[in-house]
């Protein structure tokens, strides 16, 4: 395969258009921001670890038939998806009260919810990703009722998927973010990233952060934080 333009650099990743129209080439980043962009730093090594997990993240998917953009790993830092229109929906399942549910709603961080939550919110940095329910993403035309139907079961699928996968490695997802995206041919496939960028990890003994509120919380050893979720992920599998 061969790479052809830059089609588009994020905080986190680049990503380049390829020879084969339906097929693109995601290249993870160290960069790290938070707080819509306000914090910017440095996470060594965080591409390797975000693209490596991603990639065996979503192969499980698959085989439990949550379809994803996955194609194939190039190199450490570089993997071929296939080429989606991104759904402006960031999807946010919650195990566990944390960050922005526990503030909004005045909720100690850690409470243990019956069952988990779904919720959404409009991707688009210059509003901030404003929360939306069900019927403020039709009235924008994100998407029709039948894609939000399926993205929820898609989303309660990974949730399940990912729950018994880090408890396997000892810890505890509290929350997570996902994003989808629609093929040509208009299948609704996971896309973006599965990693400690976008899922809260407790160790499950300890209640010790494994994810980036290291970073976004400057409490240190965000790295070796990184790299030990990675190392436990291989050994669960
Ligand atoms: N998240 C993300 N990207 C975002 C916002 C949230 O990956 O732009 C993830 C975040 O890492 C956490 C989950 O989604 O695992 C829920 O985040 P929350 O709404 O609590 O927002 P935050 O406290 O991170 O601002």
């Given at each position: 395969?061969?790479?052809?333009?830059m089609?588009?650099?994020?905080?986190?990743?680049?990503?380049?258009?390829?020879?084969?129209?339906?097929?693109?080439?995601?290249?993870y980043?160290?960069?790290?921001?938070?707080?819509?962009?306000?914090?910017?730093?440095t996470?060594?090594?965080?591409?390797?670890?975000?693209?490596?997990?991603?990639?065996?993240?979503?192969?499980?998917?698959?085989?439990?038939?949550?379809?994803?953009?996955?194609?194939?790993?190039?190199?450490?830092?570089?993997?071929?998806?296939?080429?989606?229109?991104?759904?402006?929906?960031?999807?946010?399942?919650?195990?566990?009260?944390?960050?922005?549910?526990?503030?909004?709603?005045?909720?100690?961080?850690?409470?243990?919810?019956?069952?988990?939550?779904?919720?959404?919110?409009?991707?688009?940095?210059?509003?901030?990703?404003?929360?939306?329910?069900?019927?403020?993403?039709?009235?924008?035309?994100?998407?029709?009722?039948?894609?939000?139907?399926?993205?929820?079961?898609?989303?309660?699928?990974?949730?399940?998927?990912?729950?018994?996968?880090?408890?396997s490695?000892?810890?505890?997802?509290?929350?997570?973010?996902?994003?989808?995206g629609?093929?040509?041919?208009g299948?609704?496939?996971?896309?973006d990233?599965?990693?400690?960028?976008?899922?809260?990890?407790?160790?499950?003994?300890?209640?010790?952060?494994?994810?980036?509120?290291?970073?976004?919380?400057?409490?240190?050893?965000?790295?070796?934080?990184?790299?030990?979720?990675?190392?436990?992920?291989?050994?669960?599998?």
């Open positions: 395969m061969e790479l052809r333009n089609m588009y650099e994020g905080k986190a990743k680049k990503v380049f258009e390829t020879d084969d129209p339906n097929v693109l080439v995601v290249d980043k160290d960069d790290a921001t938070a707080f819509n962009g306000l914090k910017k730093g996470i060594v090594g965080k591409g390797v670890i975000n693209n490596q997990m991603s990639n065996i993240l979503m192969q499980g998917l698959e085989k439990r038939g949550v379809p994803t953009h996955f194609i194939k790993e190039l190199s450490e830092r570089q993997t071929a998806v296939k080429r989606v229109k991104i759904l402006p929906l960031e999807v946010i399942i919650r195990n566990i009260a944390a960050g922005s549910f526990s503030k909004r709603y005045g909720v100690e961080e850690g409470k243990v919810f019956k069952q988990p939550t779904i919720e959404f919110s409009y991707k688009n940095d210059d509003l901030g990703d404003p929360l939306l329910n069900d019927d403020h993403a039709f009235a924008l035309e994100l998407c029709t009722k039948e894609e939000l139907e399926l993205v929820k079961k898609y989303a309660f699928m990974v949730n399940d998927y990912l729950k018994e996968v880090w408890k490695c000892g810890i505890t997802l509290v929350d997570f973010k996902i994003e989808f629609k093929t040509a041919d299948t609704i496939v996971l896309a990233e599965i990693s400690p960028d976008t899922c809260r990890l407790w160790d499950s003994k300890t209640n010790e952060k494994l994810d980036k509120d290291r970073f976004r919380r400057d409490l240190g050893g965000v790295e070796d934080a990184y790299t030990e979720v990675m190392k436990r992920l291989r050994a669960s599998i």
